[in-house]
T-cell receptor, first 111, second 110 residues
Framework: EDQVTQSPEALRLQEGESSSLNCSYTVSGLRGLFWYRQDPGKGPEFLFTLYSAGEEKEKERLKATLTKKESFLHITAPKPEDSATYLCAVSRGNRDDKIIFGKGTRLHILP | SQTIHQWPATLVQPVGSPLSLECTVEGTSNPNLYWYRQAAGRGLQLLFYSVGIGQISSEVPQNLSASRPQDRQFILSSKKLLLSDSGFYLC?????????FGPGTRLLVL
């Protein structure tokens, strides 16, 4: 069964303390892996799309990487404004157009 | 650039009342459109998706329905709301690869 698992469920870091969020997936034919940021009471905000193993993308303090089985979202020297829930999702290689989402990692950066 | 609108932003409805949530997309043509529900502390649950006008696929059996009367308009409806329909409803659109979300509607059924 296709699925996306994110870990940890929640993470508390001190400001400036770098860390990584994990997204492991099992899908039949990966077409794309997506990272989103969601603030409380708002819709998810798109961050990155990764298409093939070895690909990396960066945006400010965030860097996403992809292997054949998992993706990491690295957060370097985070600030309190980076606190949010980070969602991972994958698009499958079959003919439907659905995206499978993980349950997210709640990140809290302490000042 | 593309923009997605949802309204209302917040809604409080009594059990048994009807529901209509609307989503419109600007700046793109023939998008795939989606309705999700996000319950507190849980992941995104896909409710419906549409690849074109009048074409609706349902993911879960429930008392909700969806319609797509125009290319960039997607409507979520119910004839009689249940307490379990409370949640955060998100509309999304997609052309090609990435999916983009609207701001969401918070629904509280009392």
């Amino acid at each position: 069964e296709d699925q996306v698992t994110q870990s940890p469920e929640a993470l508390r870091l001190q400001e400036g303390e770098s860390s990584s969020l994990n997204c492991s997936y099992t899908v039949s034919g990966l077409r794309g892996l997506f990272w989103y940021r969601q603030d409380p009471g708002k819709g998810p905000e798109f961050l990155f799309t990764l298409y093939s193993a070895g690909e990396e993308k960066e945006k400010e303090r965030l860097k996403a990487t992809l292997t054949k089985k998992e993706s990491f979202l690295h957060i370097t020297a985070p600030k309190p404004e980076d606190s949010a829930t980070y969602l991972c999702a994958v698009s499958r290689g079959n003919r439907d157009d659905k995206i499978i989402f993980g349950k997210g990692t709640r990140l809290h950066i302490l000042p | 650039s593309q923009t997605i609108h949802q309204w209302p932003a917040t809604l409080v409805q009594p059990v048994g009342s009807p529901l209509s949530l609307e989503c419109t997309v600007e700046g793109t043509s023939n998008p795939n459109l989606y309705w999700y529900r996000q319950a507190a502390g849980r992941g995104l649950q896909l409710l419906f998706y549409s690849v074109g006008i009048g074409q609706i696929s349902s993911e879960v059996p429930q008392n909700l329905s969806a319609s797509r009367p125009q290319d960039r308009q997607f409507i979520l409806s119910s004839k009689k709301l249940l307490l379990s329909d409370s949640g955060f409803y998100l509309c999304a659109w997609r052309t090609g690869g990435t999916q983009y979300f609207g701001p969401g509607t918070r629904l509280l059924v009392l």
